[in-house]
């Protein structure tokens, strides 16, 4: 089982950036995405997650209006498209998978698997 996450750079404030997350090796279709992002000194906090089929979504409320997280099932690929970038925006943001027929999980513990990492800088 790997998660390939990728998308990640330097944006300036206002701007965006589209992550992806494509998991590979996983025996059923099923499972819930969620984004994850940690910053220098903070804990890892869930930015949006959705569920498996119904694409029931989340986020958090530093994110909400300008996050839009989506899933192409026929791909099994997830996307995190980030707009309005702010500096505070600034983390690693990972892509985490959980195996589950429905519902969203937005604690990072409930998560079976999790992407590298890709790095967001938004700085002028």
């Known amino acids: 089982v790997q998660l390939q996450a990728s998308g990640g750079g330097v944006a300036n404030p206002g701007g965006s950036l589209r992550l992806s997350c494509a998991p590979s090796g996983f025996m059923r279709d099923y499972y819930a995405i969620g984004w994850f992002r940690q910053a220098p000194g903070k804990e890892r906090e869930g930015v949006a997650c959705i569920s498996s089929h119904d694409n029931m979504t989340y986020y958090v409320d530093s994110v909400n209006g300008r996050f839009t997280i989506s899933r192409d099932n026929a791909k099994g690929t997830a996307y995190l498209q980030m707009n309005s970038l702010k500096p505070e925006d600034t983390a690693v943001y990972y892509c985490?998978?959980?195996?589950?027929?429905?519902?969203?999980?937005?604690?990072?513990?409930?998560?079976?698997?999790w992407g590298q990492g890709t790095l967001v800088t938004v700085s002028s």
């Open positions: 985490g998978v959980r195996i589950a027929p429905r519902h969203y999980y937005t604690d990072n513990t409930q998560y079976d698997y």
